[in-house]
């Protein structure tokens, strides 16, 4: 799960830097900076999907442990 998360992290700061040189892009370039903003966006989102299953199989595992977990009679 790890994996996933450093994946999504670092998906995330390439958004960062996509969008700075789109908006440091001169007209020329405009365009083409942006699409690669775009591309980055789409990437984090699937990266963030990935995490998020993980994650809710995680918790799913955990409740499910928990619910089985033998219980002390008092």
């Not at 999504?8 to 958004?15: D, K, L």
């Given at each position: 799960m790890v994996d996933a998360y450093?994946?999504?992290?670092?998906?995330?700061?390439?958004?960062?830097h996509a969008y700075e040189r789109w908006t440091c892009a001169p007209p020329a370039d405009a365009l083409?900076?942006?699409?690669?903003y775009q591309a980055a966006v789409d990437r984090e989102e699937r990266a963030a999907d990935v995490y998020a299953g993980r994650v809710t199989r995680v918790a799913a595992a955990?409740?499910?442990?928990?619910?089985?977990?033998?219980?002390e009679e008092t």
């Open positions: 450093v994946d999504w992290r670092e998906e995330g700061a390439a958004v960062w083409f900076a942006f699409a690669a955990v409740a499910l442990a928990v619910d089985l977990a033998p219980t």
